[in-house]
């Protein structure tokens, strides 16, 4: 049996301003209608003996993660909520050793959950042609079928040339990402794959190696699972025990010291969408070269990727540009410099800038809401409510709501008593009032919120019962 585990706990720097760090490009639908993490689920159906599906994933994104696998249909084994991040191989460990407990003899797939692959066919001949080698103990990687010298990438070099997807070759030795003459080398002598990243072994060697090469890693880990807590559909990891673990990865923890890695060429239209330029080649483009997304307006413009969240974007005179915007930031960049845009986001993070972390629309378990206007001592809202969802039993110290529903029937508790409002209808909660809002019917609720008071932080909130478990 394949047990597959989906890693999600990357926060896609490099896609600013759409990823940002609590609504990272795993969760986005940058390629498709799906999210990628949804593309990376539904991926698995096209595997042979699959069984239910293991996520790991940051705290703060839990409910998003959740909500999108479950619109997959995917069997769920369970979701791991990591306490902060110590890259992929504590990932993996705590995953080996949660799957041991209940599939002990089956082979675990490793899936980054930010990786675009458009022939899932060829991507199941990939894995099928890994099982085998898995299966005797074998470590396997994929390694994705170069078409160019990129820089950005690790490399793979296999013990000959091998052919796409078909058999599973030893590996001779993994190697940084190199310069552009160095990269021109590989391609030129055959032999070398682009690291993707996705890995397939037994979950009994996964552990074994981990004992051979990263016990203090799996001290950690096994100590984690000991004081994990259940919450809800999730699994909470002990934060002490799991930050103690080394932070590294499964290439250099494992994969460069094992005398069992083996690899199988993956040609399947593999991009992990590192970066615009990205989306730029992965999406079909104009006459002009150009990506449009949204309502967006061009004249003399070539070989560009423009994204419209909200509004016209327009541009003139333009070539190899990535234009990118949303309801709070636009992002202008040369294509040869989207790389840097992680060093934007470092910069926000210094100015302690909330468009680094979150966008002006703001997702919570119940829906979401989006801040319309605020100003000193006012803040304005739209709240959307899921139907048969509920924001939890609270007060607030220094802010007054007044509430006016838009679209929708909303159930309201103000300290003992119950109303029920419906559209142009309102309400009022006063400074330390205890209330409740609920949508008890099968359709959206919309209400706008005005705040006001001295403090209007998100921090002002005491709650008294929050059926998502929140403190």
């Known amino acids: 049996m394949i047990i597959p585990v989906i890693l999600s706990g990357g926060s896609g720097s490099r896609l600013w301003p759409l990823s940002r760090a609590l609504y990272p490009k795993q969760l986005l639908p940058l390629c498709g209608e799906n999210t990628m993490l949804q593309d990376t689920a539904l991926r698995l159906k096209e595997l042979p003996?699959?069984?239910?599906?293991?996520?790991?994933?940051?705290?703060?994104?839990?409910?998003?993660?959740?909500?999108?696998?479950?619109?997959?249909?995917?069997?769920?084994?369970?979701?791991i909520l990591e306490p902060s991040?110590?890259?992929?191989?504590?990932?993996?460990a705590v995953a080996a050793l949660l799957v041991q407990q209940q599939h002990p003899g089956a082979v675990?797939?490793?899936?980054?959950?930010?990786?675009?692959?458009p022939d899932t066919q060829a991507f199941a001949a990939a894995v099928a042609a890994g099982l085998p080698v898995a299966g005797e103990g074998g470590m396997v990687t994929f390694g994705i079928v170069p078409t160019a010298p990129e820089t950005g990438y690790g490399y793979i070099k296999a013990s000959r040339e091998g052919s796409s997807g078909g058999e599973a070759l030893p590996v001779l030795r993994f190697v940084e990402k190199p310069d552009r003459k160095t990269a021109e080398g590989y391609l030129a002598s055959g032999g070398y794959f682009w690291n993707s990243g996705i890995f397939l072994f037994s979950v009994r060697t996964l552990i074994d190696e981990l004992v051979r090469y990263a016990p203090a890693i799996l001290h950690a880990c096994r100590e984690a699972i000991a004081g994990a807590a259940r919450d809800l559909d999730f699994l909470r990891?002990?934060?002490?025990?799991?930050?103690?673990?080394?932070?590294?990865?499964?290439?250099?923890?494992?994969?460069?010291?094992?005398?069992?890695?083996f690899v199988v060429p993956l040609?399947?239209?593999?991009?992990?969408?590192?970066?615009?330029?990205?989306?730029?080649?992965?999406?079909a483009r104009d006459g002009q070269g150009n990506v449009k997304r949204g309502d967006v307006l061009l004249h003399d413009v070539t070989n560009s990727y423009v994204h419209a969240s909200s509004r016209l974007v327009a541009a003139i005179g333009?070539?190899?540009?990535?234009?990118?915007?949303?309801?709070?930031?636009v992002l202008v960049a040369s294509q040869d410099r989207v790389q840097d845009v992680k060093l934007l986001v470092e910069e926000l993070n210094r100015r302690e800038r909330d468009e680094a972390a979150i966008h002006r629309r703001v997702f919570r378990p119940w829906g979401s809401y989006e801040t319309v206007d605020s100003g000193e001592h006012f803040k304005v809202k739209r709240i959307t409510v899921n139907p048969g969802a509920a924001l939890s039993l609270q007060k607030h110290e220094h802010r007054a709501e007044h509430w006016v529903v838009v679209h929708g029937t909303a159930l309201i508790t103000v300290e003992k008593s119950e109303i029920t409002l419906t559209a142009d209808q309102s309400t009022y909660i006063p400074v330390g009032a205890l209330h409740r809002l609920e949508n008890p019917t099968d359709r959206p609720l919309d209400i706008i919120e005005v705040q006001t008071g001295q403090y209007l932080g998100e921090d002002d909130i005491i709650r008294f019962d929050d059926r998502y478990g929140r403190g």
């Open 237 to 261: 990891l002990d934060p002490e025990s799991f930050r103690a673990s080394p932070s590294d990865s499964i290439d250099y923890a494992l994969m460069e010291k094992t005398d069992r890695a």
């Open 267 to 283: 040609d399947a239209g593999w991009s992990d969408v590192g970066a615009w330029s990205a989306l730029w080649n992965f999406h």
């Open 49 to 79: 003996d699959v069984g239910p599906l293991y996520c790991v994933c940051n705290e703060s994104h839990r409910f998003l993660v959740a909500e999108q696998l479950r619109e997959t249909g995917v069997e769920m084994g369970g979701i």
């Open 108 to 117: 675990m797939l490793i899936l980054p959950a930010d990786h675009v692959i």
């Open 85 to 92: 991040g110590r890259n992929t191989a504590p990932a993996a």
């Open 318 to 329: 333009l070539e190899s540009h990535i234009i990118v915007e949303t309801a709070d930031a």
